[in-house]
């Protein structure tokens, strides 16, 4: 078989490395890819754009691809699967109208409405005089989100008036995410532990993954911006297995439910992202319509089924004979990035401590995904905010940790930034 991943981050390398490992793979091509797809067995890199959809269209039609994944929300909210599709080339990935779960907010926070799936409540806004006034009526904090795709980034958490108002005048007015913030969704602020649920869709049936916990503020002790996120884990000791039952039959059921009485046909990862408060109640926080990065690299090290097997069997309507082998073992990444990230920063900077292969590390129980990173003659140097996410697998969550970390301080480069307590809720948890 042979495989076409389209992306170019840790998410995507993640994909591509578990995918190579397919006894039925003899090809994977990741488009565009990164330095450290580069260096995967049966994995090359294309020069094409993962917003290229008529050259990868072209690509998987002329070279016999048998699947398409897409990895970022990007091509998804573009249509890539629906032009696919029309061509008749298998493609993972939910269509554009169902991809609004993750590129409309307003939409989502409607469709969660009208289908009484737990969230927070909201108001939408694209005038700021109006946002502005509705402010004034709430208690804070308060979230302020840009409507659109903001990698992550398009969040505030407000905690006064003033924070409030240069927030969502930096999103309306100043264009900060440019189209993402011609709309804003305001809402209530949610207080209990994060975590990311995941699944795979064929419509109405569904797998669910392992769960996972990320970290998305930039600076230890969850401080700092909202990033794409710093680092993340699997499993996430918050769902309970009674937790996780909640989340699958008033969250995930529902949500398939109602996108199929509404005309959608769900097909791909779906991922919700919920808050738990202290009685094990799930709220969604956000809905994507792809796996997370972070979160998929520590997941991909733990999954022991075969992922080309699960994503076919979703497009063939077969995930009911299907079932999800994972290693028992915790698995933790940290993500190492650029200074400055998520804001301004610096590219071009030669990597150090890399060992041969790029992405492999002395410890077998260790792996190194590639993001913003990229070929510059024979050497590797970094292409983007988050370079790297370095996962490892332990008995348990500080073993983990400390692996993960023993290789993070062998790797630098001028400005490298990361956060040295990825992991810390989940090792409060085994420490009451």
Same mark, same amino acid.
């Given at each position: 078989m042979r495989i076409l991943i389209v992306g170019s981050g840790g998410r995507e390398h993640a994909l591509a490395w578990k995918a190579a490992q397919s006894p039925d793979v003899t090809h994977v091509f990741v488009a565009p890819g990164n330095a450290g797809t580069a260096q995967e067995p049966k994995v090359r890199n294309l020069p094409i754009d993962a917003?290229?959809?008529?050259?990868?269209?072209?690509?998987?039609?002329?070279?016999?691809?048998?699947?398409t994944i897409i990895g970022p929300e990007a091509p998804l909210a573009a249509g890539i699967v629906d032009a696919f599709q029309s061509k008749g080339l298998p493609c993972f990935g939910p269509t554009q109208k169902a991809a609004q779960l993750e590129s409309s907010k307003a939409f989502s926070k409607a469709f969660m409405l009208r289908h009484g799936i737990p969230t927070s409540a909201y108001q939408a806004f694209t005038q700021l005089t109006d946002a502005i006034d509705y402010l004034k009526t709430q208690d804070f904090p308060i979230v302020i989100k840009a409507d659109g795709l903001a990698a992550g980034k398009g969040v505030v958490i407000a905690h006064t008036l003033d924070e409030a108002t240069i927030a969502c005048e930096m999103i309306l007015n100043q264009n900060r995410f440019g189209n993402a913030?011609? #709309? =804003?969704?305001?809402?209530?602020?949610?207080t209990g532990e994060e975590a990311s649920?995941?699944?795979?869709?064929?419509?109405?049936?569904?797998?669910?993954?392992?769960?996972?916990?990320?970290?998305?503020?930039?600076?230890?002790?969850?401080?700092?911006?909202?990033?794409?996120g710093m680092g993340a884990y699997s499993p996430a000791p918050v769902v309970t297995g009674k937790v996780k039952q909640h989340i699958i039959e008033d969250i995930i059921k529902p949500t398939l439910a109602g996108l199929k009485q509404e005309g959608i046909w769900y097909q791909g990862f779906l991922y919700a992202g919920v808050m738990i408060d202290n009685t094990g109640k799930a709220r969604v926080l956000e809905y994507n319509c792809r796996l997370g990065d972070p979160e998929t690299q520590p997941l991909m090290m733990r999954l022991k089924t075969d992922l080309v097997s699960l994503c076919q069997a979703s497009l063939q309507h077969r995930l009911p004979?299907?079932?999800?082998?994972?290693?028992? #073992? =915790?698995?933790l990444g940290v993500v190492m990035a650029a200074g400055g990230y998520p804001d301004d920063y610096q590219k071009g900077d030669p990597?150090?401590?890399?060992?041969?292969?790029?992405s492999i590390s002395l410890n077998p129980d260790c792996k190194i995904f590639h993001g913003g990173?990229?070929?510059k003659g024979d050497e590797i140097i970094t292409a983007g905010g988050r370079v790297l996410a370095v996962c490892a697998l332990g008995k348990d969550i500080k073993e983990a940790q400390a692996i993960a970390y023993q290789t993070v301080k062998t790797i630098h480069w001028d400005q490298c930034y990361y956060r040295h307590d990825i992991g810390y809720r989940a090792i409060e948890r085994i420490s009451v």
């Open positions: 917003l290229n959809t008529t050259a990868l269209i072209e690509f998987a039609s002329t070279q016999q691809v048998d699947l913030g011609n #709309r =804003i969704v305001i809402e209530a602020f949610l649920f995941m699944v795979i869709a064929d419509g109405l049936d569904f797998i669910a993954l392992e769960t996972s916990q990320d970290h998305k503020a930039r600076d230890d002790g969850d401080k700092g911006p909202n990033t794409g004979e299907m079932s999800c082998e994972w290693d028992k #073992r =915790i698995a990597i150090t401590g890399l060992t041969p292969g790029a990173t990229a070929y």
